[in-house]
């Protein structure tokens, strides 16, 4: 069984025990748990109900077990030619490291 679940305006397929890296979540501390209801889909055993635009009832129980992990460095680079401009910018993303506990629908 698993469902597609919208978590801070992106999608995630959550099956039970599954670990997901999602946008850092406000408020979040290790051990706590979180419920999602926004869930655009679920497959039971091949029993697929799709939402329009939520499926009624269902929700996603996760743990939190990392609060704050940060993600790998971008970095942004801006030139134009012959212009003598050069601009080297960067960021590190920051997310949360979820477990999922149950799906229930």
């Not at 801070?8 to 979040?28: C, M, P, T, W």
């Not at 704050?68 to 590190?92: A, E, P, W």
């Amino acid at each position: 069984m698993y469902a597609i679940v919208e978590i801070n305006g992106q999608q995630f397929k959550a099956e039970e025990g599954k670990k997901l890296f999602v946008h850092r979540i406000k408020d979040a501390e290790a051990g706590k748990t979180v419920e999602f209801d926004k869930v655009l889909l679920v497959d039971k055993e091949g029993n697929v109900t799709v939402g329009a635009p939520t499926v009624d009832g269902a929700k996603v129980v996760v743990e939190v077990v990392n609060p704050l992990v940060k993600g790998d460095k971008v970095i942004v680079f801006k030139m134009k030619r012959r212009k003598d401009y050069r601009v080297r910018n960067g960021h590190r993303a920051q997310f949360t490291e979820v477990t999922v506990k149950s799906v229930i629908a």
